[in-house]
């Protein structure tokens, strides 16, 4: 069985990538799409396997968590990009056009995080105790089912709404689902890879 602390590092991990990815608008099969959603679908198959082998304190620890470290990361980011860069080195420009954060996208996707995440908790919890322990599958595909949709609704309009046109913020919204929900279903088999935690729910 996987530790849970390989999952929450992991967890952590394609948060903090995802966010500085999501710097990048990408054209992928004709739609428009945030890099970060190459990788931060997974978080939501993570978070499940935190909840599972960890319980539901430590899933929310988790979430709240990856929130300040991401804030965190940006923060840090722009101070360093705003240091007096070493003349002998040259004006190494490059690394605050591409890591200095927009403040914008920042707090869309650390909302947009925590909102789904902890929908996902909720909806995680419920099914364990209200549906069934059975098919643990199921768990994860209805959990995400729900939380997939409202992150990328809110992280797109948050991020990009008034600034890009509706229609390419809808088409990174459908994107981002599309590609989120063919995660889940081949991240599926990964919740049978933790034990199960006491306070799982």
Same mark, same amino acid.
């Given at each position: ?9 992991? *967890? ?9 990815? +999501?710097?990048?608008?990408? &054209?992928? !099969?004709? =739609? /428009?799409?945030?890099?970060? &959603?190459?990788? *931060?679908?997974?978080? =939501? ?5 935190? %909840? ?5 304190? $430590? ?5 709240? &968590? ?7 990361? $940006?923060? =840090?980011?722009?101070?360093? +990009? ?5 003349? @002998? ?41 209200? #549906? ?5 599958? /199921?768990?994860?595909? #209805?959990?995400?089912?729900? /939380? ?10 948050? $991020? =990009? !709404? ?18 989120? !929900?063919?995660?889940?279903?081949? @991240? ?8 199960? %935690?006491?306070?799982?729910?």
């Amino acid at each position: 069985m996987i530790p849970a602390i390989i999952v929450s590092a992991s *967890y952590i991990a394609a948060q903090m990538l995802a966010d500085i990815a +999501s710097l990048r608008i990408v &054209t992928l !099969g004709g =739609f /428009s799409i945030d890099a970060g &959603t190459f990788v *931060y679908p997974l978080t =939501f198959t993570l978070r499940d396997l935190v %909840h599972k082998t960890a319980g539901i304190r $430590a899933a929310r620890v988790l979430i709240v &968590t990856a929130g300040i470290i991401n804030l965190f990361m $940006a923060v =840090f980011l722009w101070m360093v +990009s705003r240091l007096p860069a070493d003349p @002998s080195v040259g004006p190494q420009v490059e690394f605050g056009i591409v890591l200095s954060p927009v403040w914008r996208i920042v707090f869309a996707s650390i909302i947009a995080e925590l909102l789904s995440e902890f929908i996902d908790t909720e909806n995680y919890r419920f099914w364990v105790t209200h #549906v069934t322990r059975r098919f643990q599958w /199921s768990r994860v595909l #209805v959990s995400n089912a729900i /939380s997939v949709p409202i992150d990328s609704l809110a992280f797109a309009w948050l $991020a =990009f !709404g008034g600034r890009l046109p509706d229609t390419v913020v809808w088409s990174i919204v459908v994107s981002n689902v599309a590609l989120k !929900g063919a995660a889940t279903l081949l @991240s599926l088999p990964a919740i049978y890879l933790v034990g199960e %935690h006491s306070d799982s729910t």
